[in-house]
């Protein structure tokens, strides 16, 4: 069964403090995506990577950075916390850009 | 710039009434739209999608039409069930980068 495993539900961080949301895929896949997902909003997507080593800044890309140093792993980087970053954040993974199988979601408040 | 539009963004039916969502996109190169079905405390699933070079498209009791004259497609769900309550989410793939953009998401209630 294809899964997308975020590491964490919920995270609870402090303004300022660098935090991690780490994403794994066991499905080979070579696309994965970052979104954040906020009310009347949708999904809004935060960067991008078509490769190892690669990475694409998406439509929100400012506060965030990622790493992908392996196919299967997809880390997304809050370097400095605020609270605007409070927010629900999805990975998801695909072999084409055509469908997409997402995480579970981790839950981020900011305080 | 690049953009869909869905509505409504929230939804109330009878069980066994039909649903429809309605979804607009800016950019006439877009040829692939995907819907999403996002339950409470998971992460969005893939229940139908649809190529541009097809108008219809159904999987038992959903639906999906394009019109891309017009640049919009919707999803329909026929003979409703409380468990189709849920949060749904139109996307439109976009040549450039190929990356999908989602509607803002339409929450379903379905009550018995």
């Known amino acids: 069964d294809v899964k997308v495993t975020q590491s964490s539900r919920y995270l609870v961080k402090r303004t300022g403090e660098k935090v991690f949301l780490e994403c794994v895929q066991d499905m080979d896949h070579e696309n994965m995506f970052w979104y954040r997902q906020d009310p009347g909003l949708g999904l809004r997507l935060i960067y991008f990577s078509y490769d190892v080593k690669m990475k694409e800044k998406g439509d929100i890309p400012e506060g965030y950075s990622v790493s992908r140093e392996k196919k299967e792993r997809f880390s997304l980087i809050l370097e400095s916390a605020s609270t605007n970053q409070t927010s629900m954040y999805l990975c998801a993974s695909s072999s084409g850009p055509a469908v997409a199988f997402f995480g579970q979601g981790t839950r981020l408040t900011v305080v | 710039g690049e953009n869909v539009e869905q509505h409504p963004s929230t939804l109330s039916v009878q069980e066994g009434d039909s649903a429809v969502i309605k979804c607009t996109y800016s950019?006439?190169?877009?040829?692939?739209f995907p819907w999403y079905k996002q339950e409470l405390g998971k992460g969005p699933q893939l229940i139908i999608d649809?190529?541009?070079?097809?108008g219809e498209k159904k999987d038992q009791r959903i639906a999906v039409t394009l019109n891309k004259t017009a640049k919009h497609f919707s999803l329909h769900i026929t003979e409703t069930q409380p468990e189709d309550s849920a949060v749904y989410f139109c996307a439109a793939r976009y040549n450039q980068g190929g990356k999908l953009i989602f509607g803002q998401g339409t929450e379903l209630s379905v009550k018995p």
């Open positions: 649809i190529r541009s070079n097809v």
């Open positions: 950019d006439s190169a877009s040829n692939y």
